[in-house]
């Protein structure tokens, strides 16, 4: 509900967990898919579920007064188009990022963003135990849905980054932790004389083998398991990084980039789709950076950060080209 009463306004902030926990749980039960083809009531998706009716019913009733899904009816709804983002068949869906920002692995070390800000550390590894990705190894539920939250972001950011860049002069592109190869695939498609390389931890190229499936593109992707801090795959002359850098602190970065620029031919390009903090870019962009200051040692950069770093790894940055999402092209070229 809008409302122009600051007060009210400051509370509809503070209460953003209520919703971020309510579409997590809608989100977990599927129930957007149990609306796709139209109206239904309460009881029968509870049945499904096997959920408390009662609780699914006041739990759907004020989300539908907070702008997701239409209640139709007494104990009825259905999807509006802000809930059909929620089906996990959208084009668009954002169903398992709702789920794993309400995990243990994002949600826990959230809830110590104050100690962030105390000690200027990142909270995550000191809350959950292990580094973020050692925490993925061994809860590997909780892992496969956070790949498949990196799919959702993938997602909103493929159409941007495919009709802001021309792809189709480049051979052989290498998309360094790529995840399940959406990316890739997209640019593929954009791409038809290149061939393409799937680049990512052994596990995660495991999930996206089978993720890609009958994918048309993927007979054009070898898959090429590895760890960026070591080597990457030789011979690109388009090597991709996306949501890569921002994870990582200056130094940590450097080393990823040095990999790149051993292995990337003379006349390839380097693209790095992140964030970039310049005056334009949308509110999103800088709430990453503060997940990032929350979870990992990493953040997102301004456009004379990502020279610098660029410069100190061998490479020269050609130009930032901002797309409708929060995520920009970072392109440049080995010197």
């Given at each position: 509900m809008e409302t122009n009463d600051p007060g009210m306004q400051l509370f509809q902030m503070i209460s953003g967990m209520w919703v971020s926990q309510s579409l997590a749980t809608m989100a977990r039960f599927g129930i957007a898919d149990k609306l796709a083809s139209g109206e239904r009531d309460v009881e029968s998706m509870a049945s499904e579920c096997g959920c408390n009716a009662e609780s699914l019913f006041r739990m759907m009733?004020?989300?539908?007064?907070?702008?997701v899904f239409e209640q139709s009816g007494d104990r009825k709804f259905k999807n509006n188009a802000v809930s059909e983002i929620l089906r996990d068949d959208h084009e668009r869906s954002l169903r398992w990022m709702a789920v794993t920002q309400c995990d243990p692995g994002h949600w826990r070390p959230w809830g110590h963003a104050h100690d962030a800000v105390m000690s200027g550390e990142p909270q995550a590894e000191k809350i959950?135990?292990?580094?973020?990705?050692?925490?993925?190894?061994?809860?590997?539920?909780?892992?496969?849905?956070?790949?498949?939250?990196?799919?959702?972001?993938?997602?909103?950011?493929?159409?941007?980054?495919?009709?802001g860049y021309d792809f189709s002069k480049y051979e052989h592109i290498v998309d360094v932790g790529g995840s399940h190869g959406t990316l890739l695939a997209a640019m593929l498609d954009k791409a038809p004389n290149a061939k393409g390389?799937?680049?990512?931890?052994?596990?995660?190229?495991?999930?996206?083998?089978?993720e890609l499936g009958e994918h048309p593109m993927k007979s054009r992707i070898e898959m090429a398991p590895g760890n960026f801090f070591d080597c990457v795959p030789e011979g690109g002359d388009l090597y991709t990084l996306k949501h890569i850098i921002h994870d990582w602190n200056d130094d940590k970065a450097e080393g990823i980039l040095l990999s790149v620029r051993k292995c990337i031919r003379d006349d390839g390009t380097l693209l790095i789709l992140d964030a970039v903090l310049a005056?334009?870019?949308?509110?999103?962009?800088?709430?990453?950076?503060?997940?990032?200051?929350?979870?990992?040692?990493?953040?997102?950069?301004?456009?004379?950060?990502?020279?610098?770093?660029?410069?100190k790894a061998g490479f020269e940055m050609t130009n930032i080209i901002p797309t409708p999402s929060p995520v920009a092209i970072v392109e440049a070229r080995p010197v």
């Open positions: 009733r004020a989300l539908s007064k907070a702008g959950l135990g292990h580094a973020p990705w050692d925490y993925f190894e061994r809860n590997p539920e909780e892992a496969g849905r956070f790949g498949q939250a990196m799919t959702n972001m993938s997602a909103q950011a493929i159409e941007g980054i495919t009709s390389v799937l680049f990512d931890l052994p596990p995660v190229i495991e999930m996206a083998t089978e005056p334009q870019a949308p509110p999103l962009a800088w709430w990453l950076d503060v997940h990032m200051m929350v979870m990992l040692d990493g953040k997102e950069r301004t456009p004379e950060e990502f020279g610098a770093l660029l410069g």
